[in-house]
């Protein structure tokens, strides 16, 4: 149990996205989708609890948190890599590198024993929605709107790349124009990171301060400088306005609905047959017959 754990933790190579490689430092604004994704293809099934490894490993979450400090003192970017282990039996408390919200995680979430593409495409919204679309996809999960909001935070570290907005920069919603919600001076700096034509995998910040997990997100949002449409969205739709103006005055209210967010999205597991796996890689080895059953 112990090497699963490690070979977990240390899963810090390279993902897939939509078919690309990243690093698993990795964008916030994947990692994030990801993490949606997961959560979202859930139903409520055996109850997660604190302690599930106490007795199999009792080293499990020192071993897991001692990895993970140490993969984010050499990249703080990884940080936003992190937050999707709360979905894969994830064993790290907080996001104390980067600063922020703390919570008990609860553990025991079974590997699936297939993955589904088409799973994932249904249910991870794109760099393009708007707050009415996020609001839908989240109300089908029990997530309120303040969740929503508390939880697109997650976007306060990390990077996404040009290939996610330079249609918001020179043809937003097909005019051949801008987004004019854009702060100009700060259109001018991602005019010049991402150029018409230019090197679409280039990266840039998701908010002013990508490494510190703080409110600064929703400040940026407020003064039209969210890199991702469907982060400044949340400012221009009233539903969600309001709490993005709280959570740019209030970071320990943000701190705790991201908390309480998090907590809820946990909670989410798959309904479909799972197992622990000896190799976080790969499914576990089964009999012939066990798989002709399934």
């Avoid at 929605?129 to 969740?147: C, G, Q």
């Avoid at 597991?269 to 790969?282: A, F, K, L, T, V």
Wanted: include cysteine; charged fraction near 25%.
């Amino acid at each position: 149990m112990g090497i699963r754990l490690l070979d977990h933790a240390r899963k810090q190579t390279s993902y897939v996205f939509a078919g690309k490689p990243t690093s698993a430092a990795g964008f916030v604004s994947e990692a994030f989708l990801l993490l949606v994704s997961i959560a979202f293809t859930s139903a409520s099934v055996a109850p997660l609890r604190p302690g599930f490894y106490a007795e199999t490993c009792p080293e499990a979450e020192f071993i897991v948190k001692d990895v993970m400090r140490r993969n984010m003192i050499r990249e703080p970017r990884s940080a936003a890599s992190v937050m999707r282990f709360q979905f894969h039996d994830c064993f790290v408390n907080s996001l104390k590198k980067s600063g922020g919200p703390e919570w008990e995680v609860k553990l025991g979430r079974e590997d699936s024993l297939t993955a589904s593409q088409e799973d994932a495409d249904n249910i991870m919204p794109s760099p393009r929605a708007n707050a009415s679309l996020l609001i839908d996809l989240f109300e089908r999960f029990n997530l309120s709107v303040k969740d929503m909001v508390a939880l697109s935070g997650s976007h306060s570290i990390g990077q996404a790349r040009c290939f996610s907005i330079v249609f918001r920069l020179y043809n937003q919603s097909g005019s051949g124009k801008p987004d004019p919600t854009i702060e100009p001076k700060y259109k001018e700096k991602l005019n010049r990171l991402c150029p018409l034509g230019g090197d679409e995998s280039v990266t840039g910040d998701l908010d002013a301060t990508p490494t510190i997990f703080d409110n600064r997100y929703f400040k940026d949002l407020v003064a039209g400088r969210g890199f991702l449409n469907s982060d400044q969205t949340l400012y221009t739709f009233p539903e969600t306005k309001k709490y993005v103006t709280l959570f740019s005055k209030d970071q320990r209210a943000f701190f705790k609905a991201f908390a309480e967010g998090m907590i809820k999205m946990g909670d989410l597991q798959s309904g479909r047959p799972g197992e622990i796996r000896s190799n976080c890689r790969i499914a576990n080895s089964r009999p012939v017959d066990a798989l002709l059953v399934s």
